[in-house]
């Protein structure tokens, strides 16, 4: 059974960091591309960067770049995202989603992806 456990949310103040972690079980890691979403309330939940497995390429949303960053680390069975100068509209459930092995189409979109996260809600406050 795939399990993605993601971690490290929290309340930070507007231009503040935090570092999200998703954990991997379940499923053979270093095969899978690694995405993370976000939600708002309201609102649809939307792409923010996603790795490929092989961790060769990367690939952010136009309001993630510059900010945000995403990393792997295979022997970890782990997915980071890095966020730095937090804004209040970053506000949001941030949710884990793997998909593959091997997987060769586009990482941008919901239905990509085969697994997800519970989610860990990020709150930036103005």
């Known amino acids: 059974q795939v399990q993605l456990v993601e971690s490290g949310g929290g309340l930070v103040q507007t231009g503040g960091s935090l570092g999200l972690s998703c954990a991997a079980s379940?499923?053979?890691?270093?095969?899978?591309?690694m995405g993370w979403f976000r939600q708002a309330p309201g609102k649809d939940r939307e792409f923010v960067a996603a790795i490929t497995w092989s961790g060769r390429r990367t690939y952010h949303a136009d309001s993630a770049k510059g900010r945000f960053t995403i990393s792997r680390d295979n022997g970890k069975n782990t997915v980071y995202l890095q966020m730095n100068s937090l804004k209040p509209e970053d506000t949001a459930v941030y949710y884990c989603?793997?998909?593959?092995?091997?997987?060769?189409?586009?990482?941008?979109?919901?239905?990509?992806?085969?697994?997800w996260g519970q989610g860990t809600q990020v709150t930036v406050s103005s």
């Open positions: 989603a793997a998909t593959g092995p091997y997987y060769s189409g586009s990482s941008f979109y919901v239905n990509s992806y085969d697994h």
């Open positions: 379940g499923l053979s890691f270093s095969s899978f591309t």
